[in-house]
């Protein structure tokens, strides 16, 4: 399933839709995050077509997305530089998902202050040996290229970094692509679990500190760090770098763990 399949269907008077072929896009039972959350993105942004850039996202992963979805998209407040919108997926009748973006128009800056440089820089991705071949779900598995960038394998310090990239990036903006790629990796904590048992995505909160982001053929560096987990969650700290190693993208995200 191309990533236009995936876009094309949404109109920008919402409402139901049906996604074909989702098979290539499931993690377990559900849609992979990264692309439930750019389908309410997209809604978004076609329903209101004047908006700002964007500078943050909140996104809430309620229950399963299946392929029969309805997309409902609404401005809860825009000011002279600031626009605040709620999109939602619906699948029979019930909330999926529920996402909170937030566009802002650049202004003259009244405090300037650079993201600290990437510790640990693994060297460039060309030089990267490939990660996860035949391995993960089917949305991995279908939709990315994955490589390392830290010598770790196996249990130890809970952070997993990966360079990653989308194998078809047709038609995508730069910001979408970062939503759709956001969420790519395992949590931090996988590696500090005593033994192997599912994982999911709970939410997923981010700010840009770019607005107009770019790499080298399409390569992102990405990391989950697992900040603390205790009684079945993980809270985590994730990061998108480009090649040059500055960074793109500021997350957070809380993680079920079970087994």
Known sequence: MSIASLTDPITPEGGKIRFENLEHWL???????????????????????????LRAGQVAFVSPTGPEVELKREIV?????????RS?????GKCTLTAFWLFGTEREPNAVHEA???ENWPGPPEEADAAMEGKGPAFLQNNFEI??????RGPGAPVVRRWARLKDRGGLD???????LGDVLPPGAMRAMQRQGPISSINWSFNLLDTTPTTDDGWWLSENASQHAAGGYSSERLRLWNT???QVLDGMQSVAIFG
């Not at 377990?28 to 908006?51: C, E, K, P, Q």
């Not at 939602?88 to 029979?92: A, F």
């Not at 490589?147 to 770790?152: E, G, P, S």
């Not at 730069?174 to 759709?180: A, G, Q, T, V």
């Open 244 to 246: 040059e190693g500055r």
């Open 77 to 85: 407040r825009q000011g002279r530089n600031v626009a605040q919108v």
């Open 27 to 53: 993690q377990g039972r559900t849609m992979y995050g990264g692309a439930s959350a750019l389908i309410a993105y997209t809604a978004a942004v076609r329903a209101f077509d004047d908006l700002p850039p």
């Open 174 to 180: 730069p910001i979408s692509e970062l939503i759709l």
């Open 116 to 118: 600290a440089p990437v």
């Open 147 to 152: 490589r390392r960038a830290q010598d770790m």
């Open 88 to 92: 939602e997926i619906w699948c029979e």
